[in-house]
């Protein structure tokens, strides 16, 4: 079997010739779905050259049919043999088959068949002005004891995103040994539980019911994010670290602090998570190296390639005329933390989920939440770092492509 | 039932070649309960198993065999209730003796000596019915030298002799690492039979992922002389070769976590 394929407009026509059977179809599958995932959402089959289609080839077809479905794109198979249209029409495929001519390169087109799938990035303006509130809780700074007193019960609704570490449960009482990383996204939550066996826990908006945890820390954003970011790794951009696209972020809404939820197909991330709750803390603990192995795991390496990141943070720029970082008020004593541009910095935790293509183009957050948290539980929820150490620095997380959603705090930032 | 309680054992103390074999082993095997332990390499599953079985003193802990604690008796005096196999096929048995001699042996295990190696007609005949069920031909070979069987037949008869006298535990260090794939098999497919079917307790060491998923009822895997998972009931049920490897590399992740690691980390939780 061999493969050839060329684009027009937005189609990708792959021309396949010779047999799709078992000891191809793994091979042919693997290929379209990996074209799907670089954000061909249009494939037409050329199948003049195509001898033979065994079940095992259906199979294949199939697969990629229903990949292109989800996402609202398509799939036709053009100028396929009898033998081929028949064996599609007796499976009760031939709605796949099309009769109209295949798609031709406009002459006139200077560069024909180099138009680039999408733009490698592409901003897509909302509704800019309503901007986001940001609520804070503050009672837990490593590796001090949680203070009581300023934890706070915190319910996530749909109208809003934020991050944090907290716990579900009647009381803090019953709550403060199971504080672990959290993300909440339109009223979906994932929650960690604080050891190192636990599967994240998740809880959703539905009807009347707002989930909720206790927290010791949480950065929650209200508010639609008014922005759009989609992003696509190219040949010259292998991918975006966290802080590229903050970066992309911050050119776009002109403003100094912004919450925003990033999702998107993993390149590796960098991260830790606690595995004993920060509500076991007292006055007499000491946290230092080696006891820190025992409250939190740290991901060692650069992990979850391949798979779904919903990354939601809080962020803020300073300006480059506010003098050295260390001198910087919002350096000092924020709750922020370094990333891997001097003039970020950041909060930021991460749901892992198994990879689900998105739809190209505008899609709103909403529907991007229900679709990921939706359709599977997630691997993990990880605090994210930038590890910059000299020499074995593991480096920040990055994404090969997805969607940013992102606005301007317009209050409570001050607090940062 | 066996009871390890915080078990501990370091060997060469005070050397540059310290090993801290096992750091505080807790576990308890019920009653007829079949268990793996599985690990990294180095990672105690042997020394747990000789410390059950006597081979040396542990530093800390008791090893309660039917509520009897057993951890000071010398390792002869175990040898009667404790049945062993180990990885080498040839270390269970004498290869210059023949099968029903090697069996004859086993049954005396642990009592007083002077009978004799003379085997009567009764004995023979067991030994003949208990030699048919492994299904290995051998029945007819008992006055053969032990020496001239293949590697899968001599471990299929030292699992045989080691639970002639229903043990109280049966202990099983990698008994089909050494074998080719298909006698492997076999001889884990007697083990199950014989645990099943003489309501055995039983804890077998294995490098076999899939040993470990498909033959005992639950899973305890070590890492760096402790226990780090134990899959029991209904966890250990559901759980799958994938699942096990996740946890392998979960463990082994935390070696990563330096002293470099740990300053990086400090200064990033806020
Ligand atoms: N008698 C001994 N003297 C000194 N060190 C020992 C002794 N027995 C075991 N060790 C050491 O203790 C550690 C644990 O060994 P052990 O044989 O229990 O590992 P294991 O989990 O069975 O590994 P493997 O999978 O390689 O069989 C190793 O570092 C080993 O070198
Ligand atoms: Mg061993």
Redesign the pocket.
Known sequence: MELQERKVDRHLIITASGRLDASWSEFFQEHLLQRIRAGEHHIILDAAALSFLSSMGIRALMAVYKELRAIGGTFLIAKSTSMVSETLRKSGLGQWLSDAPLPEVDPARKHPGVAPVAPSLEHFPGDVDSGLRLEIVDAWRPWQPVDRQRSRELSFPRDGFGLGIGGAGASYEAARNYLGEFVAVHGHVAVQPPDERGRPDCLLSEGEFVPSLHCAQALFCRGAPGHLLRFRAADDHPCYTVSALLEEMFTIAATTTIGFIAAGEIEGLVGAALIASPGRLHEQTEVGYPQIKEWLIFSGERVFAREQAVIVGVARKIPEHSGSEENSPVASSSSLMATGRRSIRSHMHAAVLPFQMLPNGPIASMAMAARLFGGASPRAVLHLVNDDRPGDGLGESALFQGACWFGAIVEGGDLL | MLEVKNLS?T??PGTV?E????QGVDFTLAEGGFSA?I????????????AIAG??QPDEGRIILDGIDITRWPEFKRAALIGRVF?NPFAGTAAEMSIAENIVMAMKRGRRRGLGWAVDRNTREEIGARVRALKMGLEDRLDNPIGTLSGGQRQALTLLMATWLRPRILLL??HTAALDPKSAAKVAELTSEIIARDKLTALM?T?SMQQAVAMPERIIM?HR?KIVEDYHGEMKRRVRIPDLVETFNRVTKRDLFSESAAVMLMGQYR
């Open positions: 054992k060997f060469s070649n090993v801290r074999a096992l332990i690990g990294t390499n180095g990672s105690g599953k042997s020394t747990v198993l000789n081979t040396f990885q260090d990698e060491v490098h070590m002389g």
